[in-house]
T-cell receptor
Framework: GEDVEQSLFLSVREGDSSVINCTYTDSSSTYLYWYKQEPGAGLQLLTYIFSNMDMKQDQRLTVLLNKKDKHLSLRIADTQTGDSAIYFCAEWGGSYIPTFGRGTSLIVHP | SQTIHQWPATLVQPVGSPLSLECTVEGTSNPNLYWYRQAAGRGLQLLFYSVGIGQISSEVPQNLSASRPQDRQFILSSKKLLLSDSGFYLC?????????????FGEGSRLTVL
């Protein structure tokens, strides 16, 4: 079945850029998503990219998609302590159920 | 606008007791509904999803069950809780038509089984 992989932890210093990476296996993925989960809360959609796009920028967030390598990344510029959270990558290929990665815990040090 | 509510937010239950978590969606019709579990430090595990009233698909065999008695109501139940049922339970919905794979999550219910 489909699989989404992401590293479990990332530690950065406040003010630096963070890059969270994700790989997926489903070649029919149509939409790819990044969700943010703050402690004790549900997931909230951060941004998404359609499969025919290479890049999407939204304020401090940049999403890069390499469809050939099935690689997705989320770059957060000028990372702040409020960005500390778990970030989930997800892909959707047209079924009822998107496939989620296990989440990357981003730790931002002052 | 659409909203999703789930309750209770926190629950502490003894082993062997029953469970009922409830989730309701407002502002949309015929949504797809989901129950996920998130164990400590781990990813999301899909437990059940529903595409309509009375239609429940189970993804993982366990002592939990789900029901959808109304279009926008999704209930997660257990007759006898196990220690391993502890975790963070998330309800989510997606549009029944025009679905693009985006899920809208509730705030979660923290269950501790002692």
């Amino acid at each position: 079945g489909e699989d989404v992989e992401q590293s479990l932890f990332l530690s950065v210093r406040e003010g630096d850029s963070s890059v969270i990476n994700c790989t997926y296996t489903d070649s029919s993925s149509t939409y790819l998503y990044w969700y943010k989960q703050e402690p004790g809360a549900g997931l909230q959609l951060l941004t998404y990219i359609f499969s025919n796009m290479d890049m999407k920028q939204d304020q401090r967030l940049t999403v890069l998609l390499n469809k050939k390598d099935k690689h997705l990344s989320l770059r957060i510029a000028d990372t702040q302590t409020g960005d500390s959270a778990i970030y989930f990558c997800a892909e959707w290929g047209g079924s009822y159920i998107p496939t989620f990665g296990r989440g990357t815990s981003l730790i931002v040090h002052p | 606008s659409q909203t999703i509510h789930q309750w209770p937010a926190t629950l502490v239950q003894p082993v062997g007791s029953p469970l009922s978590l409830e989730c309701t969606v407002e502002g949309t019709s015929n949504p797809n509904l989901y129950w996920y579990r998130q164990a400590a430090g781990r990813g999301l595990q899909l437990l059940f999803y529903s595409v309509g009233i009375g239609q429940i698909s189970s993804e993982v065999p366990q002592n939990l069950s789900a029901s959808r008695p109304q279009d926008r109501q999704f209930i997660l139940s257990s007759k006898k809780l196990l220690l391993s049922d502890s975790g963070f339970y998330l309800c989510a919905w997606s549009p029944g038509t025009g679905n693009t794979g985006e899920l809208f999550f509730g705030e979660g219910s923290r269950l501790t089984v002692l």
